[in-house]
Each structure stands twice: as C-alpha cells, then as structure tokens.
C-alpha cells in the first residue's frame, strides 16, 4: 500500500505539476495547510496585502503568458474580497483561478467559521464555480479549473476547498491526479469558411476586422497585423470599456461609422461596439461573427438577422491563422480603405504636439506622456500597465500599445499596481510602466509594500488632479458646472507613502523635472511612485476634421 497523502499536499503537487509554481495569495485559517504543502511542493507564494490585489496579479499571469495565473484566498471574508476583482478577469478574458478555502464539510448549514455560499457567490464573475467535495479528487478538479480557465474563451474559474478535505490524509493509489494540459488549440474555421469570410472581405467595400481582449497581447497582435496585410481590412482590437471612443483607437468612430463589413473575430457583440447598431454604424453594414462561444454567434444572429453573414464557433487565435493562411493565395488589391484606415486609427491630433499647460505647477497630461514616450519605447519588451479614469485615456491614445494592459472591459479601475509585480515577476529586465489616477492609486497602494519585500521593482507614473475626474466629468457633461461636487481628493503625497514603504518616490510640479525623475526612478531599482501634479482635463476625443 502506498504511503497516504494530505488534501493540501495534493492540490500543491498538482499545481506544481500543472506548471503553475507561483501562487498569489493571501492567508487564512482554511489554507494554512496549503502554505504548508506548498514547501515540499516547491511553489513560491507571493503573500500580498489585499484578496482582491491576488486575483489581479493572477488575472495579469493569464494576460502576459495566456497560461492560467493562479490565486489562493481564505474562506468567507477573504472570497468575497477576492470576487470584486473577478471581474476584471472575466472581462479581459484571463485565464486564471481562485482557490478559496472554504468552511469543513462538516460545518455546513451549521453556522461554521467563515461560513457562507463561496461558489455561488462567484458564479456570476467566472466561466464555472464548484466546492471540491473528496480529497481523493482534488488534483483532478484543478487539473479542470486550469483547463476550463485556459480554454475556448478564456476566464476566471473558481473552485472553494473545504478545509477538512485539505486536512485528511487519503492513500495514494486513490488519488486522481490532473491530467497534463492538452496540446491540442481550440476549434478551427473549415476551409470552406475561411474561403467564404476571405471572399466577403474581398468584396466588401470597406470591411473591418475587429478582436476581443484575448486578441490583446502583443505576439496575438502581431498576428492580427498580418492579417491586415493579407487581407487590406484594417485591424483593431477592442478592449475598452469606452468602446469605440477608446482613445487608443484614435478616430475611431468615424471610421467605423463607413464599415459596410465588420467581421468580429472573438470579439462580443456588445454595448462596447453599441451592437453595431443605431447612428454611430451604416444601417446596412453587414456582419460576420467568429467566436469560441455558440452563444454569442447566437447572440449576432438575434442582433443583426439577416444581416449576420456568417456566424461559426472558433476559437480566434486559430481562426486568425487559418484566415492567414488562405489569405496567402488571394492578393489583395491596393486599398484606399486601408490607407485612410490606418490614418484614422494611427494618426493624432496635432495639436498634441504643443500643447502646453495653462495652470502654474500642474502639467498637461499631454506634456507628460511626451515626456515618458521615449522611455516606454527604448525596449520593445517594455510592459505600459494603463489604469483609471481621464488621465490614463491620455497614456492610451499617446503611448505605443506594444506590451501593454489596460483595466479592460470591465471598466473597474485599481488593478494596475497589482498587475505591475506581476509583470515584474515575468520580466526580469525590460521597464515595466504604471500610469494611473490618484484616486486609482488609493485602491491598492500598500502593494508597493508587497514589490519592496519581493525586491519588484516598476515605475507609475501618478497623475495628481487631487479630483476623481472621470466622474467630475460626467457631472459637468450631464448636470452643469455648478452641479459639480463631492469629487474632489486632497492633492496626497502619494510619492511620500511609497518612499515610506520603502519604495521610490519623486514629486514634479514642471514638465523639465519630469525626465530627471523619471531617470532616477529607473535607476533607483526599487518600486517607484512619480507623483505629478496635473491639470484636471477631460480624456481626449479625437475626430477626424469634417
Ligand atoms: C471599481 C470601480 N469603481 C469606480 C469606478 C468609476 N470610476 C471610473 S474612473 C473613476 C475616477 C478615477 O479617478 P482617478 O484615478 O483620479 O483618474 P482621473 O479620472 O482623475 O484621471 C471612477 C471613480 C470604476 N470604473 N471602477
Ligand atoms: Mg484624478
């Protein structure tokens, strides 16, 4: 008989087996024995200051690599902090898993510690949500929360552990172990629709192909550049919660609103691309959908009837290199669509150039990222982490998006520090930039305490209106200008907390201070705080001239 093994001591081993080794947590009485297994496991645990900071440093893992970022948290109050930034995960598409430990067994309905409904409560916020109910098979139910995370449209998945399966010892021939992650991509377009997307492309007048957050990183991005190439539609990838007027896409709007084809490749259709109806889209534009998810092919064809041209379940990334590489036999014809495309979606307004700040010891936000630009572009493995309100829409529409994320279609703002160490952890060398909001930056700042201790060095870049400004603007556009009230912060000193804590901290009232500080926060190789006063301006809108 084979030595009997302990819960925990499996679900560490089958991390471990599964590739994910570093676990982003947080402790708690119901995982205490995970914090043990995980020695002889050999798992690096990186404790950090707030549950919800876990899910978004886990959520980043998925994100950069694709592969599942992995969360630990305790049960009761330490999940229900977790869920918040769940959502995050589920709306960026990252592929990533909660480990919540979670009340005995046998204190259910009892009114045990802690005890409360963990898997419904973070049903909504993830692709599927379960309580291990067997020691024995706790490694394959991870095994199957990392291949539901990492598959067709990937997401947050969250499995509860109570802690009296984690505590038991059950014999290791009982145990069933994960099984290896499959090698295999997720379905694929049949040639014959490859061929019947690439001929609508052809012949639609001004076609659009446009991809959801997953298509977000770079090397997928570069994938998608190519298509354009092949295929003379532009290319966009829409990860916003602003939509179309994301100010990384430039003039968007004008441009989608001459679409005669858009073809959505792993991108819903949803209230970010206003359903491609109404005035903002020509009402006879025509759709295709490509999606991992029946259901949201489903979701096209009730939108757009007969409209929708194709609709087929696939995953997109495979799709985009089928599309590729049938594209390669047809030419595509010099396009004026492309061209002028291309100059909407690239071109800035030039005015940006000079725009200078009107206000004594505030900057333009325009003068700031003319200032960080050339920093962010110096290493092509440089990762930009853009966070907040009207300030980081300026970092969007003025940085390069290379390596980069942003907060995501969920439009919850406060994850960027978390999603900083986590970059770090995966970057060795190459800059790793935050640019944020100082109302933003209040979410999670006691994680700079978290990159000191674990020696995680990155630059964020603050932008200090001492104003939640998103929101003023909203009350100014809606309500009037003398309807604008209870938005206002103190103008903090955001760089003295983090030098408190050990970190970097640089304060700039003068765009010629701004390279120094910068400089010096790169050099310093501690985690760093520049703390810029800043106008309060609204995000840029950016038209094409009538
Ligand atoms: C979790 C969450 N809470 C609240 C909001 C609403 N919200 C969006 S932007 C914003 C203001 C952010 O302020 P700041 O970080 O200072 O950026 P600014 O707009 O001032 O540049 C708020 C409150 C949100 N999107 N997500
Ligand atoms: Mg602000």
């Known amino acids: 008989m084979s030595a009997p093994l302990r819960g925990a001591d499996i679900v560490a081993r089958s991390l471990a087996r599964l590739g994910c080794r570093r676990v982003f947590t947080l402790s ?3 995982i205490m024995s995970i914090f043990d297994a995980a020695l002889d496991a050999g798992l690096d ?17 998925g994100r950069l690599t694709g592969q599942a ?20 995960a589920l709306g960026a598409e990252s592929p990533m898993v909660l480990l919540s430990g979670h009340a005995a067994t046998w ?3 009892r009114g045990g510690f802690q005890e409360i409904r963990q898997a419904e409560m973070s049903s909504p916020v993830t692709k599927a949500s379960w309580t291990a109910n067997a020691t024995a098979m706790l490694g394959r139910d991870i095994g199957e929360a990392i291949r539901i995370a990492t598959s067709g449209r990937p997401g947050p998945v969250h499995l509860s552990l109570p802690s009296d399966l984690l505590e038991a010892l059950v014999d290791a021939g009982a145990i069933v172990w994960p099984e290896p992650p499959a090698q295999v991509s997720g379905a694929s377009l049949a040639d014959a629709t490859a061929a019947a997307i690439l001929s609508a492309i052809a012949e639609a007048a001004r076609p659009i192909i446009i991809a959801g957050p997953l298509m977000s990183n770079a090397g997928n991005r570069a994938l998608l550049a190519k298509l354009e190439a092949a295929t003379g539609a532009p290319t966009v990838v829409m990860e916003s919660p602003r939509g179309t007027a994301d100010a990384t896409l430039g003039a968007f709007p004008d441009l989608i609103a001459r679409a005669d084809l858009i073809v959505l490749l792993g991108k819903a259709l949803d209230f970010t691309l206003k359903w491609a109806s109404g005035p903002a889209f020509d009402p006879n534009v025509r759709l295709i959908a490509i999606d991992p998810d029946a259901m949201m092919v489903e979701r ?20 985009a290199r089928m599309l590729l590489s049938h594209a390669g036999k047809i030419t595509p014809r010099p396009s004026r669509w492309l061209a002028e495309a291309r100059s909407a979606l690239d071109g800035r307004p030039a005015e940006w150039r000079s725009v200078v700040s009107r206000t004594e010891a505030r900057l333009h936000p325009a003068e700031v990222f003319r200032a960080l630009r050339p920093y962010v572009e110096r290493d092509p493995d440089t990762v930009l982490i853009c ?24 439009g919850s703002i406060g994850g960027s520090l978390s999603f900083a160490l986590s970059a770090r952890l995966i970057e060795p060398r190459a800059p790793v930039f935050v640019v944020l909001g100082d109302g933003t930056i209040g979410f999670h700042i006691a994680e700079f305490e978290t990159a000191v201790r674990r020696g995680l060095p990155f630059v964020a870049v603050l932008g200090n209106d001492a104003r939640w400004n998103a929101e003023s603007q909203i009350q100014l556009r809606e309500y009037g200008a003398n309807r604008m009230h209870g938005c206002e912060l103190l103008p903090s000193r955001y760089d003295r907390v ?49």
């Not at 645990?45 to 893992?61: F, K, T, Y």
């Not at 970022?69 to 995050?88: D, F």
């Open 300 to 319: 096209a064809a009730k939108e757009k009837a007969e409209r929708l041209l194709i609709g087929c379940v696939a995953d997109a990334r495979s799709a």
């Open 387 to 410: 966070d907040g309100g009207e300030f980081a829409q300026w970092g969007q529409a003025m940085l390069p998006v290379g390596r980069r994320l942003i907060n995501g279609v969920a």
């Open 107 to 109: 204190e259910l309905g």
């Open 69 to 88: 970022g992995v969360a630990l948290v305790t049960g009761g109050p330490g999940h229900a902090n977790a869920v918040g930034a769940l959502y995050t």
């Open 45 to 61: 645990l990186v404790h950090v200051r707030h549950e919800a900071a876990a899910v978004h440093m886990a959520d980043a893992i």
């Open 498 to 546: 983090v030098a408190a804590l050990g970190g970097h901290g640089e304060y700039v009232e003068r765009v010629a201070d701004l390279p120094g500080a910068i400089e010096r926060a790169l050099a310093s190789g501690k985690p760093a705080c520049i703390n810029v006063m800043i106008e309060s301006i609204a995000a840029p809108a950016i038209r094409l001239p009538e």
């Open 28 to 30: 708690g009485n119901h």
